[in-house]
């Protein structure tokens, strides 16, 4: 069967236990959701980002932050 779960007024859903168990996830775990094209929603893990060591390496990558590479790029 299908685990159902409900929303909350503030868009909140539980996730079944099963699925945290066959996902790994843990609390404090980030999950990404996909909207696939027949309207419906993939759900998973994924991996924790350095956040520290993103923004360091986002400041080396300003080369290619002007608003021609903006137009050159925008359909890739």
């Not at 999950?31 to 980002?49: H, M, N, P, T």
């Not at 350095?50 to 080369?63: G, H, I, M, V």
Request: charged share 20%; aromatic share 8%; net charge negative.
């Amino acid at each position: 069967m299908v685990p159902i779960t409900q929303i909350t007024a503030n868009g909140q859903t539980p996730i079944p236990p099963e699925i945290l168990q066959a996902l790994q996830i843990k609390p404090e775990d980030a999950i990404a959701w996909e909207l696939c094209e027949d309207g419906s929603a993939r759900v998973y893990r994924v991996q924790a980002l350095d956040w520290t060591y993103l923004k360091a390496l986002e400041s080396t990558l300003t080369e290619w932050q002007s608003s021609t590479d903006e137009v050159a790029y925008k359909t890739i």
